[in-house]
C-alpha cells in the first residue's frame, strides 16, 4: 500500500470513524456520519461499510448489499444515488488511472446511529467493477 497513513492504521484492526479520519488529517470530521467520505488533500475516498443492516436502522434505498466473496475480493453496492454512469461512478471506476485512492472500513452492524464502533480498516484497495442496482 502506498498512502501515507498505512504507519498509523494497521490493516484488520478495529478503530472508531474518528481515530480512522483522524489519521487522515480530515478536519472535518464532525461533518461525517456514514457511506463515502471524500479526502481532496489525501486523493483518497474512504468507504464506510456496514454488512448487516436491519429494516429498523435503514430505509430501502440504504438496504445495500455488502459482502465479502472471498478472502481478497469483496462486493460493495454503491449508493441509491450514485450510477455508474454518474461522475461520482466514473470516479470510483477509474480511480487508480485518475491517482485516486479507495480504502474501506467495514463494520458488521450499526450499534447507534452516530457512532461507529469496532469498524475494522482494511486498507487500500482497487476496485474492479461497479454496477447500481435499482432499490
Known sequence: ???EVDHLLEVHCTYTARQILTAFDDEKVMSFREG???????????????????????SPTT???????????????????TSDNSP??????HHKER???????????RITQLVWH?????GS????SM???DR
Open 99 to 109: 491517482g485516486s485512492k479507495v480504502v474501506i472500513c467495514v463494520r458488521n452492524s
Open 63 to 81: 438496504m445495500y448489499n455488502d459482502y465479502f466473496i472471498n478472502e481478497i475480493l469483496f462486493h460493495w453496492q454503491p449508493q441509491s444515488t
Open 88 to 93: 461520482t461512478g466514473q470516479c470510483y471506476i
Open 36 to 58: 463515502v467520505k471524500w479526502l481532496p488533500a489525501k486523493n483518497t475516498d474512504v468507504f464506510f461499510i456496514t454488512l448487516n443492516k436491519s429494516d429498523k436502522d435503514y
Open 131 to 133: 454496477r447500481g442496482v
Open 1 to 3: 500500500m502506498d498512502i
Open 118 to 122: 469496532r469498524t475494522r480498516y482494511w
Open 125 to 128: 484497495v482497487i476496485l474492479s
